[in-house]
Nanobody, 122 residues
Framework: HVQLVESGGGSVQAGGSLRLSCAGS????????MAWFRRAPGKEREGVAA???????FYSASVKGRFTISKDNAKNTLYLQMNSPRPEDTAMYYC?????????????????WGRGTQVTVS
């Protein structure tokens, strides 16, 4: 069973920066596609960024150029560096992992989920 625990959320001013972390069970980042999703009140879940087992990254158009996804396999930790956040980035951010090392279908959702961390941009 894969466990994912997010941290690093909070309040940030527009134009600032914030880094989210997601600590995973052993070998999670080596075995699986890992991704960040978000859900804002009244809106559907949105894929933000993903990184496959080999380190190839994928971004939604809304965050490309502002956010950076990365991982540290030695620490089994996934990161999301949020630069120049905007008020519309306010949401609950979730870390997810699965279903294989490929992120080919990541936008459909992944198998394992964390409980989320709130990000508020004002």
């Amino acid at each position: 069973h894969v466990q994912l625990v997010e941290s690093g959320g909070g309040s940030v001013q527009a134009g600032g920066s914030l880094r989210l972390s997601c600590a995973g069970s052993a070998y999670t980042s080596r075995r699986y596609c890992m991704a960040w999703f978000r859900r804002a009140p009244g809106k559907e879940r949105e894929g933000v960024a993903a990184i496959d087992s080999e380190g190839t990254t994928f971004y939604s158009a809304s965050v490309k150029g502002r956010f950076t996804i990365s991982k540290d396999n030695a620490k089994n930790t996934l990161y999301l560096q949020m630069n120049s956040p905007r008020p519309e980035d306010t949401a609950m951010y979730y870390c997810a992992a699965g279903n294989s090392g490929s992120c080919y279908t990541w936008l459909r959702g992944l198998r394992y989920w964390g409980r989320g961390t709130q990000v508020t941009v004002s």
